[in-house]
């Protein structure tokens, strides 16, 4: 799913509603257990309807699901959960999650984890405050690659490249070939970030990336510069106007043999495939830029569920929570949405396709997993910097050094007020 870290609350983006009309969607409604949704994209909003209904079933509950467009919700969560939020909402880990967990506007589950099974102490830690208490149910994960037609490498002879120079080779190539080596979209804000992560993590580590966005590293260091100038060597074979291209736009152009590669999340480009089409999706691993580092670290970003700390149906919201966090309440979910992948260890992987398991191997295989830039970062700074920084740069990518000293310039203002 797409995550756009938004506490502004002011200005909307293009197609957002006004304010007081996502409240109102996302707000108390009929009696029943309310959740706040953000899977507004067809597929995903069917599977989670799929895991609601089974357990109205199962529970003789009633829940009433706000779904909001996704970019609108994240537009205004910080006022939605100051308002009148659901009992219950989709969010995702990490700090997007602390950060309003500090804030105390997110209900501690410290009690339900007690009774759950299947996940992992690191799902724990990620579903977990400053304070050590748990906030998260956690649902899913999906890794960050490079997404391909595996027809189009066949039919063209291409190889995966495993190094950078292979990687802008192939580029090269494709150019060549009549194809826009990689679909890009960044009309939204924040696709073009897991470029960025993918960068600084094969270049300078998954540490130096971490304290960089816990703001213990300089923006204006030689090791940033070298990051955007890498980037700047490879935008001449991304699709022109990135800043006014959806991500689903741009993975249409790959399900649509115009493109040849794209870097987003594992549900993005399926999404946009039909399903006769979707077992030639295929993906392989960011490329390695300094050996050092490999390819050991992997972006695989969870989603999953919070209760708000307004909640009206306290006990409905933990029936529904405790539901959530069961192995059946995934496969339900997977069964019609496969561009995931589950995070309880009892689900069940023998549905799973080929694409799935890929995923599986992957994360299993990383030594470092990142969470993505505005999930590891502050959300403030990832909305109120980055993404403008980032469309700034893919607009006008030579002013680098003035770039990155705005940039430094920001993260010390806003890190230094707490």
């Not at 037609?149 to 802008?168: E, I, W």
């Not at 999340?265 to 077992?279: C, I, K, M, N, V």
Request: glycine share 8%.
């Amino acid at each position: 799913m797409s995550r756009r870290t938004l506490l502004r609350g002011t200005a909307l983006g293009a197609g957002a509603v006004a304010l007081p009309s996502v409240l109102a969607a996302c707000g108390s409604g009929p009696s029943g257990i309310s959740v706040g949704s953000n899977a507004s994209d067809a597929v995903p909003k069917k599977a989670f309807a799929d895991a609601f209904a089974a357990y109205e079933k199962k529970s003789k509950k009633t829940v009433k699901v706000n779904t909001v467009n996704h970019e609108n919700f994240q537009e205004n969560i910080n006022r939605y959960l100051q308002g009148t939020p659901d009992d219950v909402f989709m969010w995702f880990a990490g700090n997007r999650m602390q950060y309003f967990a500090k804030k105390g506007l997110l209900s501690d589950i410290s009690e339900l984890w007690r009774e759950f099974d299947g996940f992992t102490d690191a799902l724990k830690k990620q579903s977990s405050g400053l304070d050590g208490k748990q906030y998260l149910v956690p649902y899913y994960y999906y890794p960050w690659a490079v997404f391909h037609r595996k027809s189009v490498f066949r039919d063209k002879g291409y190889d995966v490249p495993k190094t950078f120079d292979q990687y802008r080779a192939l580029a090269r190539q494709m150019q060549k070939d009549g194809l826009v080596p990689f679909a890009f979209g960044d009309k939204d804000g924040w696709p073009a970030m897991g470029t960025f992560d993918y960068l600084n993590m094969r270049a300078n580590g998954y540490d130096f990336h971490r304290a960089l966005m816990n703001g213990q590293k300089s923006w204006n260091s030689p090791q940033v510069k070298q990051v955007f100038d890498l980037w700047r060597g490879l935008l001449p074979y991304h699709q022109k106007g990135a800043n006014g291209r959806t991500w689903q736009e741009a993975a249409q152009a790959l399900a649509q043999t115009k493109a040849g590669m794209t870097v987003l999340g594992l549900p993005h480009p399926g999404q946009q495939f039909s399903a006769a089409d979707r077992e030639d999706l295929d993906f392989f691993p960011f490329p390695e830029i300094d050996p050092a580092f490999g390819q050991d670290a992997v972006e695989a970003p969870i989603d999953g569920f919070l209760m708000s700390k307004k909640a009206k149906d306290v006990s409905g919201a933990h029936d529904l929570l405790k539901f959530l966090a069961t192995p059946r309440a995934e496969d339900i979910y997977l069964k019609s949405d496969p561009n995931n992948v589950a995070v309880n260890s009892g689900a069940d992987t023998a549905a799973y396709t080929p694409l799935q398991k890929k995923a599986v191997q992957l994360v299993s295989g990383a030594r470092q997993i990142s969470q993505f830039m505005d999930r590891d970062t502050r959300p403030d700074f990832a909305s109120t910097v980055m993404i403008q920084a980032i469309q700034q740069f893919i607009g006008k990518p030579d002013d680098i050094d003035g770039l990155v000293n705005d940039i430094e310039r920001q993260k010390k203002q806003i890190f230094a007020a707490g």
